[in-house]
Structure formats: C-alpha cells, structure tokens
C-alpha cells in the first residue's frame, strides 16, 4: 500500500519560505516511471499543479511558480520537499503531494493514483 503524507509549518507571514514535506511509503521515490508531483487548492478555487521530481531527481516546476518555487528529495528518508519563497496570503492553500504516472499529463488531477492527506498552510498578512 502506497501512502504518501504532508507536512508543513501551519501558518507562516508573508514573505518567509515555507517549506513541506511529503513523506512515502509503500514505494520509492526513485521507482522509475513516476512523476511527484505537489498540488494545491486555495479557498474557493479549484486544483494548481506546482511541480514535480522524477525518479532521476530531475524537477519541471509551473512558470506560475517558477522563480521562487524549488522542488528537492531526501532518497535516504525517501522524502520529497517543496520550497515556496515570499509567500503572501495568496498561497494559503491546502497543499497535496502526489503520485502520478510519466506520460500522462500533470495537470489530469483524476490521472493521479496515490495523493496524501494534504496540509494546510495559511499565510498572514
């Protein structure tokens, strides 16, 4: 059984660094042929697809994010992070890790088969 499980600071102010993880089991982030993605859903507003990593440790991230958005792995913990610099209230959102497989498109939310619980991460003005 493959789980995957989010974890952040909560609530952070704007213009600091949140940072969270995705912890897997069931399976290795360096299988190949998959892509881990971090997705999020604002208030209110449907599904952002951030970025992902591969197998290879290789990242494609959003150009909505590109810039201040980074996408790292732990292979010993078997951890994936994401980065997200100067946020603003504006990325408050619940973020998800996921699993999806290469070739199918990132943005097929329901092509995904295995999602974490997902985290909430508020941002105060």
């Known amino acids: 059984q493959v789980q995957l499980q989010e974890s952040g600071p909560g609530l952070v102010k704007s213009s600091q660094t949140v940072s969270l993880t995705c912890s897997v089991t069931?399976?290795?982030?360096?299988?190949?042929?998959?892509?881990w993605s971090w997705i999020r859903r604002p208030p209110g507003k449907g599904l952002e697809w951030i970025g992902y990593i591969v197998d290879s440790g290789s990242t494609f991230i959003s150009p909505s994010f590109s810039g201040r958005t980074s996408i790292s792995r732990d292979t010993s913990k078997n951890q994936v992070t994401l980065l997200l610099n100067s946020v603003t209230p504006e990325d408050t959102a619940v973020y998800y890790c996921a699993r999806n497989t290469i070739g199918l498109r990132v943005t097929s939310f329901g092509s995904y088969d295995y999602w974490g619980p997902g985290t909430q991460v508020t941002v105060s003005s």
């Open positions: 069931g399976a290795s982030i360096t299988d190949s042929g998959y892509y």
